[in-house]
T-cell receptor, first 116, second 114 residues
Framework: KAGVTQTPRYLIKTRGQQVTLSCSPI?????VSWYQQTPGQGLQFLFE???????NKGNFPGRFSGRQFSNSRSEMNVSTLELGDSALYLC???????????????FGPGTRLTVL | AQSVTQLDSHVSVSEGTPVLLRCNYS??????LFWYVQHPNKGLQLLLK??????LVKGINGFEAEFKKSETSFHLTKPSAHMSDAAEYFC????????????FGKGTSLLVTP
């Protein structure tokens, strides 16, 4: 099976702009989670989508949003970019179904966002 | 909430010598624990996963980890380091208070010298 794919791999934006990142999960996986990785804060959970619904959200401002489509592909949007949003954004997919306990998350290569 | 602490931010070993990366966890019940590895400019790759079936977990590339409840530890080991093992390693716990969110440790950078 093909792994998790993320596009684009690299992005450069300026402050105040908005950006949309895309994630295609492993075929058959219905859960998609997003994480932000920075040198200072490490890896932090942004949100999780399952069956087109946001199931969980981390402690990030409302400028960070996402959605999931019927084919499980997910997009993440960041509006009004700030310098501190520069990070590696990682997407992970999991086959989990509703009500089932822990399952493994498989990560994509990430999108490197630089905000100037 | 569940959390993990990686006790070393950097570990340096010689090629062919054993590797030990230390991780302690905090959880009020039996947690789901993982080790992931990240090579430079790459995503995260799952090394192994503990979900209470067995305390000694074998992973890929010769890595294994032992769950010790009495010590609240989940240390990662490998008998013989290879140059290709040089990477960042993350101990991770599933935060069951927040659905499927993973809580990551700060990471341990493994350096392997010839």
């Amino acid at each position: 099976k093909a792994g998790v794919t993320q596009t684009p791999r690299y992005l450069i934006k300026t402050r105040g702009q908005q950006v949309t990142l895309s994630c295609s999960p492993i075929s058959g996986h219905r859960s998609v989670s997003w994480y932000q990785q920075t040198p200072g804060q490490g890896l932090q959970f942004l949100f999780e989508y399952f069956s087109e619904t946001q199931r969980n959200k981390g402690n990030f401002p409302g400028r960070f949003s996402g959605r999931q489509f019927s084919n499980s592909r997910s997009e993440m949007n960041v509006s009004t970019l700030e310098l501190g949003d520069s990070a590696l954004y990682l997407c992970a997919s999991s086959p989990r179904t509703s009500g089932v306990a822990a399952d493994t998350q498989y990560f994509g290569p990430g999108t490197r966002l630089t905000v100037l | 909430a569940q959390s993990v602490t990686q006790l070393d931010s950097h570990v340096s070993v010689s090629e062919g010598t054993p590797v030990l990366l230390r991780c302690n966890y905090s959880s009020s019940y039996s947690p789901s624990l993982f080790w992931y590895v990240q090579h430079p400019n790459k995503g995260l790759q799952l090394l192994l996963k503990y979900t209470s079936a067995a305390t000694l977990v074998k992973g890929i590339n010769g890595f294994e980890a032992e769950f010790k409840k009495s010590e609240t530890s989940f240390h990662l080991t490998k008998p013989s380091a290879h140059m290709s093992d040089a990477a960042e390693y993350f101990c991770v716990v599933l935060n069951s208070n927040s659905g499927y969110a993973l809580n990551f440790g700060k990471g341990t950078s493994l350096l392997v010298t010839p």
